[in-house]
C-alpha cells in the first residue's frame, strides 16, 4: 500500500468491517477514524507486518481500489491483541483480507490469498501461514480451504460469553520456494539475507 492508497483502504475496511458487524453503513464513516489509527500504525511495522492492495483495471481507465489484507511475519509484526483461538506469534499471519463488494466472485480474492503467500514465501523460510475465519462466514471458509488450509483449532462455545462469533485458527503449509517459481526479476536480496 502506498501513502495515495491509504484513504481508499480505510473506506474499504471500514465498509467491510459495518457489513460483518451488521451496522448499518452509515457507522462505517465513523468506524474510519479508528481504522485509520489502525492502519497508521500497522504501516508503522513494516517489514514485519505489511498491508497489500490491489486494483481493478477495466480498460484503459485508472483502476479502483479492489482488495486488501494485511499479513505480518513475525512476533514484532503481530497484533497486539490478537484473537483466539491463539496462532503462533513467530508465524506468518494473514488478516483483514475484503474484497470491494461489488467486484467480489471475480477470482480477486483467491488471486490477494495467493499473492500473500508468495510475498511470505519470499520473506521467511517458515512455511506456516495462519488465519482465522468465522464460523457464520461460510464464503471465507470455503476459499480458504479450496486454498489448502484446513483447520487447527476452534473456539470453544464459552466465547460468546463474551459476545465474540466462534471462529476457527485455520493454517496451510505452503510449498518450498522454487528459485524460478516466482518473478522476482526486481529482487536483488540474495536468499542468505532473508529474513529467519
Ligand atoms: C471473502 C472474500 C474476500 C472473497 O473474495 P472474492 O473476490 O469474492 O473471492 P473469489 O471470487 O476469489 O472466490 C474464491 C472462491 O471462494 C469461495 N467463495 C467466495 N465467496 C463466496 C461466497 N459468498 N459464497 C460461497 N463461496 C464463496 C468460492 O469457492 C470461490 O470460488 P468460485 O467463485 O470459483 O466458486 C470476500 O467475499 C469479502 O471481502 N468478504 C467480506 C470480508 C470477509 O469476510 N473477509 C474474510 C474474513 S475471514
Same mark, same amino acid.
Given at each position: 500500500m502506498g501513502? @495515495? !492508497? &491509504?484513504?481508499? *483502504?480505510? *473506506?474499504? &475496511? $471500514?465498509?467491510? =468491517?459495518?457489513? #460483518?458487524?451488521?451496522? #448499518?453503513?452509515g457507522y462505517a464513516k465513523l468506524l474510519e477514524f479508528l481504522i485509520k489509527q489502525y492502519v497508521v500504525e500497522r504501516r508503522s511495522l513494516v517489514p514485519h507486518a505489511v498491508m497489500l492492495v490491489g486494483v481493478y483495471k477495466e480498460g484503459e481507465g485508472e483502476g479502483e481500489l479492489a482488495c486488501t489484507a494485511e499479513v505480518s511475519f513475525d512476533a514484532r509484526g503481530a497484533n497486539k491483541d490478537p484473537p483466539t483461538p491463539a496462532a503462533p506469534r513467530n508465524c506468518p499471519y494473514v488478516c483483514n483480507m475484503t474484497v470491494k463488494k461489488k467486484l467480489r466472485r471475480k477470482g480477486i480474492g483467491r488471486q490477494l490469498l495467493r $499473492?500473500? !503467500?508468495?510475498l511470505i514465501s519470499?520473506?521467511?523460510t517458515i512455511r506456516k501461514v495462519y488465519l482465522h475465519c468465522r464460523l457464520i462466514d461460510t464464503g471465507p471458509f470455503e476459499m480458504y480451504t479450496k486454498a489448502?488450509? %484446513?483447520?487447527? @483449532?476452534?473456539? %470453544?462455545?464459552?466465547?460468546?460469553l463474551? =459476545? @465474540?462469533r466462534r471462529k476457527h485458527l485455520m493454517c496451510k503449509e505452503l510449498p518450498p520456494l522454487v528459485d524460478? @517459481? =516466482?518473478? *522476482?526479476?526486481?529482487? !536483488? $536480496? $540474495?536468499?542468505?539475507?532473508r529474513d529467519q
Amino acid at each position: 500500500m502506498g501513502p @495515495q !492508497e &491509504l484513504g481508499p *483502504t480505510i *473506506t474499504l &475496511l $471500514a465498509e467491510s =468491517f459495518a457489513e #460483518s458487524s451488521w451496522m #448499518s453503513s452509515g457507522y462505517a464513516k465513523l468506524l474510519e477514524f479508528l481504522i485509520k489509527q489502525y492502519v497508521v500504525e500497522r504501516r508503522s511495522l513494516v517489514p514485519h507486518a505489511v498491508m497489500l492492495v490491489g486494483v481493478y483495471k477495466e480498460g484503459e481507465g485508472e483502476g479502483e481500489l479492489a482488495c486488501t489484507a494485511e499479513v505480518s511475519f513475525d512476533a514484532r509484526g503481530a497484533n497486539k491483541d490478537p484473537p483466539t483461538p491463539a496462532a503462533p506469534r513467530n508465524c506468518p499471519y494473514v488478516c483483514n483480507m475484503t474484497v470491494k463488494k461489488k467486484l467480489r466472485r471475480k477470482g480477486i480474492g483467491r488471486q490477494l490469498l495467493r $499473492a500473500c !503467500e508468495e510475498l511470505i514465501s519470499q520473506m521467511k523460510t517458515i512455511r506456516k501461514v495462519y488465519l482465522h475465519c468465522r464460523l457464520i462466514d461460510t464464503g471465507p471458509f470455503e476459499m480458504y480451504t479450496k486454498a489448502g488450509y %484446513s483447520i487447527v @483449532q476452534t473456539d %470453544s462455545m464459552l466465547i460468546l460469553l463474551s =459476545f @465474540q462469533r466462534r471462529k476457527h485458527l485455520m493454517c496451510k503449509e505452503l510449498p518450498p520456494l522454487v528459485d524460478s @517459481q =516466482f518473478d *522476482t526479476s526486481d529482487d !536483488e $536480496a $540474495a536468499p542468505s539475507d532473508r529474513d529467519q
